[in-house]
C-alpha cells in the first residue's frame, strides 16, 4: 500500500494557461474526491467518483474544472484558462467506504498551484 | 445543510497538558460520521479519529477522545498529554449517512504546544 499520490507536486503557471493535476488513490478504494485548500482554510470538496463515476459536482467547480477517473483507477484534474484565483492547494483523497460509516478518507500530499 | 463550525483559530497547551479543540456541527440527517484530522505543515492531512451518530459511547483513540455531545450538537476533541509534535492544524469533518459520501470541513484550529 503506497498511499494516495499526486502528481505534480508544485506547478507554477502563466495566468490563462492549463494545468493537470493526476492522482492515484489506494488501489482498493473505490471513492476518489478532489478538494480545494488556500491558505488558512479548510479544505473545501470539488469532485468525488466512485469507480468511474462522477456522482456530484461542487458548485465551486466551474466549467474550467474538469475531472475524469477513467476505468476506475487513477482520475486527473484539469483546469482551463488559469485564473489567479484557482492558486491554491489541489488535495486528492481515496476511500472504501462512505456514508456514516467510517471509512476514513486517505489524502495525498497535495498539487500546488500557483498562478502568476 | 451540513455544516462545521470550529470557532477557536488558534489555541495553546503546554506540553504534557490537555487541551479541548472545539467543534459543533449542524445537519438534519439522523445519521452522521464525525472525524478530526490533523494536518502538519508539511500539508498531508491524517486522520486521527471517528465518531458515528449511533455510537453510544465517546471515541477514543490513544492520547485522542472525542467529547461527542449529540444533543448540543458539538464534537470536541480531546488531546491529552500534549506533545511538541502536536503543533499543528486540527479539522473536524462530517459525512451524512445519505446523499453523496463527501466530507465537509470546518475552517480549522492551530494549535501550539510549548515546551
Known amino acids: 500500500d503506497t498511499g494516495v499520490s499526486q502528481d505534480p507536486r508544485h506547478k507554477i503557471t502563466k495566468r490563462g494557461q492549463n494545468v493537470t493535476f493526476r492522482c492515484d488513490p489506494i488501489?482498493?478504494?473505490?471513492?476518489l474526491y478532489w478538494y480545494r485548500q488556500t491558505l488558512g482554510q479548510g479544505p473545501e470538496f470539488l469532485t468525488y467518483?466512485?469507480?468511474?463515476?462522477?456522482?456530484?459536482k461542487s458548485r465551486l467547480l466551474s466549467d474550467r474544472f474538469s475531472a475524469e477517473r477513467p476505468k476506475g483507477s487513477f482520475s486527473t484534474l484539469e483546469i482551463q484558462r488559469t485564473e489567479q484565483g484557482d492558486s491554491a492547494m489541489y488535495l486528492c483523497?481515496?476511500?472504501?467506504?462512505?456514508?456514516?460509516?467510517?471509512?476514513?478518507?486517505?489524502f495525498g500530499e497535495g498539487s500546488r498551484l500557483t498562478v502568476l | 445543510a451540513q455544516k462545521i463550525t470550529q470557532t477557536q483559530p488558534g489555541m495553546f497547551v503546554q506540553e504534557k497538558e490537555a487541551v479541548t479543540l472545539d467543534c459543533t456541527y449542524d445537519?438534519?440527517?439522523?445519521?452522521?460520521?464525525l472525524f478530526w484530522y490533523k494536518q502538519p505543515s508539511s500539508g498531508e492531512m491524517i486522520f486521527l479519529i471517528y465518531?458515528?451518530?449511533?455510537?453510544?459511547q465517546n471515541a477514543t483513540e490513544g492520547r485522542y477522545s472525542l467529547n461527542f455531545q449529540k444533543a448540543r450538537k458539538s464534537a470536541n476533541l480531546v488531546i491529552s498529554a500534549s506533545q511538541l509534535g502536536d503543533s499543528a492544524m486540527y479539522f473536524c469533518?462530517?459525512?451524512?449517512?445519505?446523499?453523496?459520501?463527501?466530507?465537509?470541513f470546518g475552517t480549522g484550529t492551530r494549535l501550539q504546544v510549548f515546551p
Open positions: 483523497a481515496s476511500s472504501s467506504a462512505g456514508g456514516a460509516n467510517t471509512g476514513e478518507l486517505f
Open positions: 467518483f466512485q469507480n468511474e463515476a462522477q456522482l456530484e
Open positions: 465518531q458515528g451518530s449511533y455510537d453510544q
Open positions: 469533518a462530517m459525512r451524512e449517512a445519505r446523499g453523496t459520501d463527501k466530507l465537509i
Open positions: 445537519t438534519s440527517d439522523p445519521s452522521y460520521g
Open positions: 488501489s482498493e478504494h473505490n471513492r
